[in-house]
């Protein structure tokens, strides 16, 4: 990952969003976001702009099977009980 983004960047980017009138937006950085860029997105109202940082990104991306190669799958088994009782 490269370095942080900082609120600076998350300000334009609501700047831009309210500039076209939306109520909502999405924030994707590969990297992470500074502590001053969390907060600052959480004091807004409009537009509400949600973060996700290279870590979120990687889980949604393992999440929905984006960009990802399945290595392997297990199977889990349980005991089944009634298998032993006697009719």
């Given at each position: 990952m490269g370095g942080l983004c900082w609120e600076t960047r998350n300000s334009q980017?609501?700047?831009?969003?309210?500039?076209?009138?939306a109520?909502?937006?999405?924030?994707?950085?590969?990297?992470?976001?500074?502590?001053e860029a969390t907060s600052h997105a959480s004091k807004i109202d409009s537009p509400k702009t949600v973060l996700i940082d290279g870590k979120d990104l990687a889980q949604l991306m393992?999440?929905?099977?984006?960009?990802?190669?399945?290595?392997?799958?297990?199977?889990?088994?349980?005991?089944d009980l009634d298998h032993f009782i006697e009719d």
């Amino acid at each position: 990952m490269g370095g942080l983004c900082w609120e600076t960047r998350n300000s334009q980017v609501c700047g831009a969003l309210k500039g076209q009138g939306a109520n909502k937006g999405i924030f994707i950085t590969t990297s992470a976001f500074s502590g001053e860029a969390t907060s600052h997105a959480s004091k807004i109202d409009s537009p509400k702009t949600v973060l996700i940082d290279g870590k979120d990104l990687a889980q949604l991306m393992i999440e929905y099977s984006l960009g990802v190669t399945k290595l392997a799958t297990y199977e889990v088994k349980r005991k089944d009980l009634d298998h032993f009782i006697e009719d």
